[in-house]
């Protein structure tokens, strides 16, 4: 078979070009440059209202919630993007192995809330009790109702608790009230600011640190860069194996003291989305592939599909957090047929928003790509991080919810 060109569609199915982003410089006409321009406004006043709300923080005008445990954010500068789920993973993973009780506590992205009839709302004034993904013995939600993210967490991590909710100061109560937990990992935590942290853990995405430098809505960034200061630990993510000086120059100029770990996601095995059934990544080596994803860096998964050999004849690409019809996942599989591929490889978030097909419309197999973080540098700070997180503290009685 000869090697065809990839050719990476949209969720509408057309060709991605920059005429899908006319403020990214696609288009060079009064119209966009009009566009740019508000934009631009409007993240200079997005910039300005954080950077006033960090501020009543710091003068405590509005206050922290502390409940007496340890609480650890990990979160990001950007909008998605930098391979939080799986550090997450690990850090939880290296507490439980270090004796603490961990909870994860987490928003819940694109997840699906509870309906409640308009009687309830208007005259139920108890708040809903956050959604419990897993009570660390079994999982409780599907990744529709729980999110993808949580729910890949909750399957993946064994004793550890997982809860969903916007409210992270209930849900944070629950979780030490009912399971006795000593720490609390905020997943996404860096701007919630409610819940007082005791260690930020901030990723950079060596790709694409600031994304295009641009605060929302002209850019990717939630934070201004220098708000790294703001860092206990940083993680610079997806690296290559190329030194990072320029960035790393310039992080120092943001922070000075926080230690700094390169890491990489490192593939481990191949696992069937419906049966489970696991192969070695050498089954890869030039075979004809489809690849199906909707997450936020998608030309980085690809490119990690051709390192490890594969031809990548056919990539589909949907918005981040998109969750597959039977019929958008049968159509991509019978075009995968006609072009005589060999198997479909998408993400591991990915394969929790898939339905489950009949057997026989899987007539190409889905793999996800099994990742797990791998230290490239920075290990006596990664040792250190965990022990000074795992270290023995006494417990003060945590704070009511009213009180």
Known sequence: MPITRARVLSDHGSPITDHHLPWAGGLKTCRASVLRGILYALSFAYDRVVQMRLYFYRKRIFRERALGVLVISVGNLTVGGTGKTPIVEKIARALQAGGRRVAILTRGYKSMPRRRSLLSRLYNRNPDPPRIVSDGTSLLLDSRTAGDEPYMLAHNLKKVIVLVDKDRVKSGLVAIDKWKVDTLLLDDGLQYLHLKHRLDIVLVDRQAPFGNEFLLPRGTLREAPRDLRRASYIFITKNTGEPNDALLKRIRRYNRTAEIIECAHKPLYLQNVFSGEKIPLKALRDTFIGSISAI???????????????????????????????????????RCVRRDLEMIVTTEKDSVRMPRLPDADIKVPIYFLRVEIEILSGHESWEHCVARICKPQPLLPPERFFA
């Open 296 to 334: 936020a860096a998608p030309e980085s998964f690809e490119a990690a599909l051709q390192k490890l050999g594969a031809r990548v004849d056919l990539a589909k690409r949907y918005i981040d957090h998109h969750y597959y019809s039977e019929a958008e996942l049968i159509s991509f599989i019978k």
